[in-house]
């Protein structure tokens, strides 16, 4: 726990020295490999996170001496994998400040946005209802409310952004009128880094009785999310981009309304009693993990978010904010490079595109000096089409990045614009 002392103006001083960001960086074994020959500059962390050793020894660790099935078993080896597996759950419900009993572990954000679409909207959405999304939205938080506006007859309808890549709030007020019964959007934006104001949303959604969904992915990783204060319905993570392993994550839901919904997937754990004429649900969150879940994989998400606590989230989000000021200015000074989105509130990411150079072609020659960044679309069609552009690059940023491997990406660029045009 981190150990504060208030100061005399009111401040929070901690008494801690500052992070040695190199000592951590050390930690995480694979950014010390090479790439073509070169350095490794690994800047695709809203793709997914790397792991610190200590989240690859507890997944090692696990599977060597504790490995056996959860809750099935009396046998040491299957109480001690079920206390390590809903030990995890025990860290990840402290991590986000919400009940244990709320959580429901599953493969990730994907997992658990269809989660809340099959169990929550399929059964009770009609025509003339109406779900509201926003234009910055991931696939993941479009494609399964597509689903259920095809099959319930329900409509979608979407807010807009500024040109800055915010979201028009006054534009989404007006869209919430008495048939919206969802709101679904991201914490955070995975293209632009747009921070969209949580609680004001979800306050205004819930005065008018409409359940929202937030798409925490990029929001969990990298500053402090305390989801009890936030004020939604639920709250979708993805633990491979927060550090963990790929295949976890969770899904948050308030008590009264995952106790209302049918399973998603049926199978064994989510059940209480199964006769031929009739099955009796086990209490959530089990009710929505049938079958063996990914056991190992979550034990490493709970020492990823003990990691990660231990470090401080406000220090994460401190030291990426500084690392995103020296790229945008690095960047910024590229000739005929175009960043997307400069919102107030903005995460460690840059989507840009250079004039003449198609993104894939500026991805391709990058990753020949060692550089990882994505290009394409980034599960966000509508948005890049609203922007008209057809792709971007996308260099996003972790605590373990350092400033001079913005300045490598930043050479890089001038070298390889100087190839493409
Ligand atoms: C990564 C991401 C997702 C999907 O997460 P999965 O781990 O693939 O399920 C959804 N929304 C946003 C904003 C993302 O960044």
Known sequence: MNATLPARDGMAVDPRPPIDWAAVRAQFPILSRTVHGKPLVYLDSANTGQKPQAVIDAV???????????????????????????GARTTLARFLNVHRDELVLCSGTTFA?????????????????????????????????????????????????????????DGLWQLLTPEVRLLAFAHVSNVLGTVNPVREICREAAKRGIV?????????????????????????????????????????????????MPPFLGGGEMIREVRFEGTVFNEPPMRFEAGTPNIAGHVGLGAAAEWLAALGMAKVEAREQQLLEHATAALSAIPGLRILGSAREKAAVISFAIEGAHAHDLATLLDLEGIAVRSGQHCAHPLLAWFGVPATCRASFAFYNTEAEIDALVAALHKVRGLLL
């Open 212 to 260: 929202t969904v937030v798409d925490g992915s990029q929001a969990v990783p990298h500053r402090a999310v305390d989801v009890a204060a936030l004020g939604c319905d639920f709250y979708a993570f993805t633990g491979h981009k927060m550090c963990g392993p790929t295949g976890t994550g969770g899904l948050w839901g308030r008590r009264e309304l995952l106790a209302q």
């Open 113 to 169: 946005l269809n989660l809340v679409a099959y169990s929550w909207a399929l059964p009770r959405l009609k025509p003339g209802d109406a779900i509201v999304l926003t234009r910055m939205e991931h696939h993941a938080n479009i494609v399964p409310w597509q689903i259920v506006a095809e099959r319930t007859g329900a409509t979608i309808k979407v807010a807009e952004l500024t040109p800055e890549g915010e979201l028009d709030l």
């Open 60 to 86: 090692a660790e696990f599977s060597a001496r504790h490995n056996a099935n959860v809750s099935r078993a009396v046998h040491a080896l299957g109480s001690e994998a079920t206390e390590a597996y809903e």
